[in-house]
């Protein structure tokens, strides 16, 4: 791992005090903090290179857009695919409410769509509207031990599957899932339904490719991967380019439009109507530059999982736990509990004044917390920038709110 003193470099705001404390950022899976290098190049084309893309002819766009291409192909370089599976959107949610409207037409009246209970509401509630919507029915995947149970998938794979909408990894659990797995499953029972995966929690730790995944769409938002807001990436295999039809319509996805007859680009263009967030996407790019070049394969993972369990091996030391939604022996950079004394956001708030940032709540995860018998809970989530030097002074933030709660 780099050092602290390049890690304060490349993300500023680890430097910068709360309340007179010294930031302990441990929120990652709400939002990763920003490298510094990917801010500058997003300021530097606003301030200095701005100009529109895939239009005129004059020095500005032609640099704009090369730049913006670049980044489509880094894209495709580190997750996987060809440049015309990957579009931009405005979001994880953004690209799954697309997919959403784009399977409308091929749904009917009784056909089920498959839902997992860990799904953060993002990835259940636009699937729970178009059931609604076509009178189809939204069914969940139910799981074991945190993970998606195999054989209620099983169960549930039938000919009027149209959608399997999963997760790659929980927002609450931090617990990744056997996607080699449930996509052979899938196509073993249900060849005909599509499968899509969210990978907001997951893209920022681990490296892979969805080709080998073998699902038909990807999503992901750039902020949680150390880059800017308003910006999101959607995989579409070619399964899904042949299949689906254009999701948004205006300028920049057209090929030719008359008052008789409008066609489209092909993919990946043609399915990014309007002018899409150019720097961002620039400056996206400066992140998988980063990515590549300072880390090996599973080295930020296997690092954040450590400081999870030193972590939580250090709090079990406080007897803080009503309900800990961990296993020692299963890798996660994610620890979420409900606490045996007081409520999760008091926890949250005293931590604040000390410098620590957690996440209190249902984490827009409530059909994973009911089926827990929880409303409510804490999350601390770990990223490349969090230290074992860390882990102390987590452990006395929490045993100072124990000692005001108790």
Known sequence: MISKDQLRRDFPQLGS???????????????????????????????????????????YGSEGTKRFEETR?????YFGGNIQNWIFTKGTTHGINQLAKAMECKLKSGDQILVSRLEHHSNFVPWFELAKRKNAHCLPIELKDYQIDLDSLKKNL????????????????GRLQDLKSIVALCKEKAPHAFIFIDGAQAVASQKFSVEDIGCDAYYFSTHKMFASYGLGCLYLSERSIDALSQFEFGGSMVQDVSFEKVTYLKSPHGFEAGTPPIAQVISFGAVLDYLDRQFEANEIWDHEVDICKQSYLKLKELDLFEL????????TNILSFVPKWGHAEDYAHILDKQGVAVRSGHLCCQPFLKSLGASSVLRISFSVYNLSEDVDKLFNAFKKAKEMLV
Not at 158 to 173: E, L, P, R
């Open 324 to 331: 800990a939604i961990f296993n020692e022996d299963v890798p």
């Open 158 to 173: 039938t000919t009027q599957t149209k959608i399997i909408a999963i997760t790659h990894q929980s927002n609450v659990s």
């Open 17 to 59: 005090l709360v309340h007179g404390k010294e930031l302990l950022y441990l929120d990652s899976a709400a939002t990763a903090l920003k490298y510094k290098a990917s801010i500058e190049k997003e300021s530097q084309f606003l301030l200095s290179e701005s100009a529109n893309i895939h239009r005129g002819s004059h020095y």
């Open 73 to 77: 192909l880094k894209i495709a370089k």
